[in-house]
Structure formats: structure tokens, C-alpha cells
């Protein structure tokens, strides 16, 4: 459906449910459903294709597309019971861009936004909400470096970390899908690395295995720090189902007798030393540790132990140290 006709004068808004004008007129909270991206988006989903619901809502889709859409601006401001600058600087900062004007209709297009957005879309729309002119001109990386100033990598030179931490801000601006954002909430950014995971390699986590080895410090939410450590534990990006199967493999075979009333848990062994670092308790020896090199790649040797050797997989690994299968 486009727009058609200039619109007549702004009648009152009796055609509209009221149930929809008190969502669309209230305040805004930490709820998506109560911000800018979602209202417009519930309004176009009841215009769907009947133009006489546009008119009434000041805005429709573009019928041949899938993510333009278009707005009367004063009509549209009436129905949220907003100021006009008001819906220029929602548009402008999250991401909608003008493509078009014609006569009083404004046509816009966000490339998250579409008919079939769904509530991680207008969460992801938020976090990539354009930032100050200040923080536009800013080196992303530069913002980013501190944050990981703290990861801790055994095994590795001051340059292979450094190139290291340049992949972590690669792969998380990718991820996010937008720079200078620093945390995303653990089920929307499950999702971005699932969906990139599967796109790419065609991994599918029945189990939620990513989600158990992704740890965060705070509840609910990944940082780049966190993403940090997942890498540096199972690194490099394309390469983590592969290094997490191998390591899942064995827990079930290392000290049974640890395991005895618990099932094998997936960071049990995860150190708190070396982020790469994976810490095996051994009977009355103290501990044996061994180190994931988040640069190697799953086909080479990418585990090496605190004796400077190394295997290429965990499976080999477990068989070079019977001591790590031996009960207690």
C-alpha cells in the first residue's frame, strides 16, 4: 500500500481502538513494547493494507517493500501525542532514514525495521541508536581497547594478544551490529551469535550449550569483556562449536568419581587465572592446567599445557595424561 491522495484535514481519532491510543500515548519505560520503535511499528501492523486506517494513522507500507514505510508527520504526531521535533530527532537517532518525499508523505526505511521485526529487532534498533556527533568521529577501537586491558592470556606474546583483542572487537561490532556498544542482554546477544554461528557454519544448539559456557560477570548480560573470555576459551570465532564439542566430550571421562551425584558441567574446569586457562584438580598432586590458543585453529594444535606441549584436541590431550581419568 502507498500513500496516495494528500490527506484530508486531521480528523479525530475515533476510528483507532482506544486500547491501541492509550499504548501509543504512554510514557516510555525499560519495556520495549513502551518505546519509540515498537508503537510505530503496532500502528502499522493495525493499518496493515486499508488505507482508510492510514489516513487515520498518518502512516502505511510501502505495499512493494519489505521494510519501507511511510508518514504523514503532523497526523502521526497527533495519534502518539507528540511534538513534532520530537518524532524527527526518534527518527533520526534510531536509525530511520529518509529515502523519499512526496507531497506531504515522508518515506523511511531502518534496515532492522520491518513487517516482521520482532521484540530482539526494537531492542537491537535501541542499542544502535545513532550516537553524538562527538562520540561519530570517535576511533571505536580506541573506547574499546581499555575494557579488555584486563584479559589475561597464558601461552601468547604482548603481540599475538593485541591481535587478539582486535578480533574480539571485530567479531562483537559484527555481532551487535553497531559500534561503542559496550553490553547486550544475554538472550538478545545469544541470538546474534547463534544466528551468525548457523549462518556461517551451520551449528545448531539444541542444548543451549553456548549460553552455559557464555559467563558473564554481571546476571543477564554479556560485555565485550565477556565475550572476550568466551573467545579466549574457545577462539577463534569460527572455530568455537567445533573446540566446544571436543572439550564436552571428555568431562564425562575426567576423575568420574568428581562427577558422581552431579553431571559433568560445562565450567567446572574453567580457571580463574589465565582466561584461556582450564584448571584439572588432581589427587594429591595439586592441579594440571591446560590452555586454549584462541588464534589457532580447531585443525592445528590448539591446546598447550603449563610444560610448553601441545595437542590438537582435547581428546589427545586426555590420553598424553591418564592421570586426569584416574579416581581419587
Not at 581497547?145 to 561490532?173: G, N, R, Y
Not at 598432586?285 to 584462541?294: D, K, Q
Amino acid at each position: 500500500m502507498d500513500a496516495g491522495r494528500p490527506l484530508p484535514p486531521i480528523p479525530g481519532l475515533d476510528g483507532i481502538p482506544d486500547e491501541l491510543i492509550n499504548h501509543l500515548r504512554k510514557r516510555s519505560n525499560r519495556k520495549e513494547d513502551s518505546r519509540f520503535p515498537y508503537k510505530v511499528f503496532a500502528l502499522l501492523k493495525w493499518v496493515g493494507y486499508d488505507q482508510n486506517r492510514a489516513n487515520l494513522a498518518g502512516c502505511g507500507w510501502v505495499s512493494d517493500s519489505q521494510n519501507e514505510f511511510y508518514i504523514h508527520k503532523p497526523r502521526l504526531c497527533e495519534v502518539l501525542n507528540v511534538k513534532l521535533n520530537t518524532l524527527n530527532v526518534n527518527l533520526k537517532t534510531l536509525g530511520f532514514e529518509q529515502t523519499r518525499k512526496v507531497g506531504e508523505h515522508s518515506y523511511f526505511k531502518n534496515d532492522i525495521f520491518s513487517k516482521n521485526s520482532s521484540q530482539q529487532d526494537f531492542e537491537r534498533i535501541r542499542n544502535s541508536r545513532c550516537k553524538p556527533d562527538s562520540l561519530m568521529h570517535m576511533n571505536a577501537k580506541a573506547a574499546y581497547f581499555p575494557l579488555l586491558e584486563h584479559i589475561q592470556l597464558f601461552m601468547m606474546d604482548e603481540k599475538a594478544i593485541s591481535m587478539f583483542k582486535k578480533e574480539v572487537i571485530q567479531k562483537w561490532e559484527k555481532l551487535v551490529g553497531s559500534p561503542l556498544i559496550f553490553a547486550v542482554s544475554i538472550p538478545v546477544f545469544t541470538k546474534y551469535l547463534l544466528n551468525s554461528i548457523q549462518d556461517s557454519l551451520g551449528y545448531h544448539d539444541e542444548n543451549n550449550t553456548i549460553q552455559q559456557v557464555l559467563v558473564g560477570k554481571t546476571p543477564n548480560v554479556v560485555t565485550i569483556f565477556d565475550f572476550a573470555v568466551f573467545l579466549a576459551r574457545f577462539g577463534p570465532f569460527d572455530n568455537v562449536p567445533y573446540k566446544i564439542m571436543q572439550y564436552q566430550q571428555i568431562l564425562h571421562i575426567i576423575q568420574p568419581d568428581y562427577f558422581m551425584f552431579t553431571a559433568p558441567s560445562l565450567i567446572n574446569y574453567f580457571s580463574s587465572t589465565f582466561h584461556n586457562c582450564f584448571s584439572f584438580k588432581i589427587s594429591q598432586t595439586g592441579e594440571y592446567h591446560c590452555y586454549n590458543l584462541p588464534l589457532i585453529s580447531s585443525s592445528a594444535a590448539y591446546l598447550v599445557d603449563e610444560d610448553g606441549v601441545y595437542y590438537k584436541s582435547w581428546e589427545k590431550m586426555v590420553e598424553a595424561n591418564h592421570f586426569l581419568t584416574q579416581r581419587g
